[in-house]
């Protein structure tokens, strides 16, 4: 079973996909809010990091 294989999905499963995680996300910094406020400018800078990423390979495109 090939973990890393390539895929398509449309723009709707794609959206369903995006949902889901901001979900999860959601609920597991509601759920252990405590553990994870040491680290939010951490996250915060890698989330930073990671869109400025995206972005700019976006733009390029």
Do not use: E
Not at 7 to 14: D, E, G, L, V
Not at 16 to 43: E, N, Q
Not at 48 to 57: D, F, G, I, K, P
């Amino acid at each position: 079973m090939n973990r890393f294989k390539d895929f398509t999905m449309k723009w709707w499963q794609a959206g369903l996909f995006k949902i889901g995680m901001l979900a999860l996300g959601i609920a597991v910094g509601a759920y252990w809010h405590g553990l994870f406020i040491g680290f939010l400018p951490a996250l915060i800078a890698l989330a930073a990091l990671c869109l400025a990423y995206t972005t700019s390979v976006w733009w390029k495109q």
